[in-house]
C-alpha cells in the first residue's frame, strides 16, 4: 500500500493555459474525491467518483473544470483556460467500499499547488 | 449541503495548556469525523464519531458528539508543539445518496513551546 499519490505537486502556469492533475488513489479504493483548499481554510468538496461514475459534482465546479475516472482506477483533473483565482491546493482522497460513506475514512494525497500568474 | 461551522477560527497557546475546539450544524451529523492537516500535507483522520453522546479517547485527545448530533468538540490536554495544526470536522450533507462529505473552515492551533 503505497497510499494516496497526485503529481504534478506544484504547477505554476500563467493565466490562460490548461492545467491536468492527476491522482492514483489506494488500488482497493473505489470511491475517489477531489478537493480544493486555499490558504488556511479547510477543503472545499470539488468532485466524486465511484468506480468511474462521476457521482457528484460541486456548484463550485464551472465549465472550465472537469474530471475523469475512465477505468475505476487513476483520475485526472483538468482546469482550462486557468484564471488566478484557480490557485490552489488541489486534494485528492480516496476512500474504501468495505467502508460505510457515512464513516469510512478519507486517505488524502499530498496535494498538487496550482499557482497561476 | 449542510454547513459546519468550527471555532475558534485561530488558537495560540503555550505548551502544556488545555484547549478545546467545537464543530457545530444546525442540521443532525449523520457522523462526523476530525482530521488533522500538517502544513504541505493532506488531512490525517483522528477520530470517527456516530453515536450521540458518545465519547472518544485519543491519549490526550478526548472527543465528544453532542447527544442531538448536531455538535462536537475535541479537548486537547497539556498541549504540545507536536499539536499544532489545522483541525477540520468531516460529515456527510444531508441530502441523502452519495453526497459529498463536508470539510468545516477548519481550527488553526499553534502550540508554543
Known amino acids: 500500500d503505497t497510499g494516496v499519490s497526485q503529481n504534478p505537486r506544484h504547477k505554476i502556469t500563467k493565466r490562460g493555459q490548461n492545467v491536468t492533475f492527476r491522482c492514483d488513489p489506494i488500488?482497493?479504493?473505489?470511491?475517489l474525491y477531489w478537493y480544493r483548499q486555499t490558504l488556511g481554510q479547510g477543503p472545499e468538496f470539488l468532485t466524486y467518483?465511484?468506480?468511474?461514475?462521476?457521482?457528484?459534482k460541486s456548484r463550485l465546479l464551472s465549465d472550465r473544470f472537469s474530471a475523469e475516472r475512465p477505468k475505476g482506477s487513476f483520475s485526472t483533473l483538468e482546469i482550462q483556460r486557468t484564471e488566478q483565482g484557480d490557485s490552489a491546493m488541489y486534494l485528492c482522497?480516496?476512500?474504501?467500499?468495505?467502508?460505510?460513506?457515512?464513516?469510512?475514512?478519507?486517505?488524502f494525497g499530498e496535494g498538487s499547488r496550482l499557482t497561476v500568474l | 449541503t449542510q454547513l459546519l461551522e468550527q471555532s475558534p477560527q485561530f488558537l495560540s497557546i503555550q505548551e502544556g495548556e488545555n484547549l478545546t475546539v467545537y464543530c457545530n450544524s444546525s442540521?443532525?451529523?449523520?457522523?462526523l469525523q476530525w482530521y488533522r492537516q500538517e502544513p504541505g500535507e493532506g488531512p490525517v483522520l483522528l477520530v470517527t464519531?456516530?453515536?450521540?453522546?458518545e465519547v472518544k479517547k485519543l491519549k490526550r485527545l478526548t472527543f465528544q458528539f453532542g447527544d442531538a448530533r448536531k455538535d462536537s468538540s475535541l479537548h486537547i490536554t497539556a498541549a504540545q508543539p507536536g499539536d499544532t495544526g489545522l483541525y477540520l470536522c468531516?460529515?456527510?450533507?444531508?441530502?441523502?445518496?452519495?453526497?459529498?462529505?463536508?470539510f468545516g473552515k477548519g481550527t488553526r492551533l499553534s502550540v508554543i513551546a
Open positions: 482522497a480516496s476512500s474504501s467500499a468495505r467502508q460505510g460513506i457515512m464513516t469510512g475514512e478519507l486517505f
Open positions: 488500488s482497493e479504493h473505489n470511491r
Open positions: 467518483f465511484q468506480n468511474e461514475a462521476q457521482l457528484e
Open positions: 442540521s443532525v451529523f449523520s457522523s
Open positions: 464519531v456516530v453515536t450521540g453522546g
Open positions: 468531516l460529515s456527510k450533507g444531508v441530502n441523502s445518496g452519495n453526497t459529498p462529505l463536508v
